[in-house]
């Protein structure tokens, strides 16, 4: 669904968020409920799509970011109020941050959605599915994602960088 009420999470969307607020911490955490979806009826093509369909959303919000950013910035001055260049910093934001979720919800790791649209075209067998699913696999398999996200999203952000510091005035 898109209604985000669905997704609030007592725990992980107002309270520890506003916990770090209010305890002054330089850094903001939280996460949001997942809506369970039953995929027992769908054909290949309905579970590509729906899995697809969160990591379509994050490269959408990504140009929309490049967008905004590249239509803000032309604000950023040295008399611009502070709100504002927090917003251009929040429009520049958009795309790095959505950009690395995309890439991350692409790895063919068990519960990603990488993994449905891997599982769906390649059509692992039930015994390779059980050995994939087992727990330990699952954390070995997100310590290689990890690793493979710390090398390329020193890449991206230098990029972003690049792009950003060619662009202002």
């Known amino acids: 669904t898109l ?6 999470d007592a725990i992980g969307s107002i309270f520890i968020p ?4 209010v305890s002054g911490s330089s ?4 996460w949001a409920k997942p809506i369970p979806v039953n995929m027992a009826n769908m054909s290949t093509g309905q579970k590509i799509r729906v899995a697809g369909a969160g990591i379509f959303t994050n490269l959408i919000l990504a ?3 490049v967008g ?18 927090a917003i251009c910093v929040g429009c520049f934001l958009l795309f790095p941050i ?3 979720l995309a890439l991350y919800n692409l790895l063919p790791i068990p519960p990603l959605d990488g993994w449905v649209i891997f599982n769906e075209i390649f059509g692992l067998n039930h015994w390779a599915m059980r050995w994939i699913q087992h727990p330990a696999a699952m954390i070995c398999g997100f310590i290689v994602a990890a690793m493979i996200m710390r090398v390329s999203i020193t890449p991206i952000m230098g990029f972003v960088s690049r792009v950003v510091h060619a662009s202002l005035p």
């Not at 506003?18 to 607020?21: E, I, M, Q, R, S």
């Not at 905004?68 to 260049?85: N, S």
């Open 68 to 85: 905004l950013f590249w239509g803000t910035q032309g604000w950023v001055t040295e008399a611009a109020p502070t709100w504002l260049l």
């Open 98 to 100: 959505n950009l690395i």
């Open 3 to 8: 209604n985000p009420i669905k997704h609030i």
């Open 18 to 21: 506003g916990l770090l607020f």
């Open 63 to 65: 140009m929309i970011g």
């Open 27 to 30: 850094m903001l955490f939280g």
